[in-house]
């Protein structure tokens, strides 16, 4: 059952930029730790950044440290991942879910997003 809704992904030049947002019609996002995930063709899904709850602190996977921003937006209840100098290799659909970065557990996923970075 979708429960996140992810938006924003598209197609882009390689060196450009992206917004995704992450929303929940249902529930403060506020409540959970808010982590970004990716799955490229034929690969396994791969864990891209999270954002605390608690402190607010964020984590970031080493391929996209310094490169992507993640950040929450609470009067919208959404939470944001700002994606700049994007390569060829961040193509992949993009998801979005809530529950704990410390011990990786994940209640609740979006649909999930296409990010496309092609010339």
């Known amino acids: 059952q979708v429960q996140l809704v992810e938006s924003g992904g598209g197609l882009v030049q390689p060196g450009g930029s992206l917004r995704l947002s992450c929303a929940d019609s249902?529930?403060?996002?506020?409540?959970?730790?808010i982590g970004w995930f990716r799955q490229a063709p034929g690969k396994e899904r791969e864990w891209v950044s999270c954002?605390?709850?608690?402190?607010?602190?964020?984590t970031y996977t080493d391929s996209v440290e310094g490169r992507f921003t993640i950040s929450r937006d609470e009067a919208k209840n959404t939470v944001l991942l700002q994606m700049n100098s994007l390569k060829r290799e961040d193509t992949a659909i993009y998801y979005c879910?809530?529950?704990?970065?410390?011990?990786?557990?994940?209640?609740?996923w979006g649909q999930g997003t296409q990010v496309t970075v092609s010339s």
């Open positions: 954002i605390s709850s608690s402190d607010g602190s964020t």
């Open positions: 879910a809530s529950g704990w970065c410390g011990n990786n557990k994940w209640f609740r």
């Open positions: 249902g529930f403060s996002l506020s409540y959970y730790d």
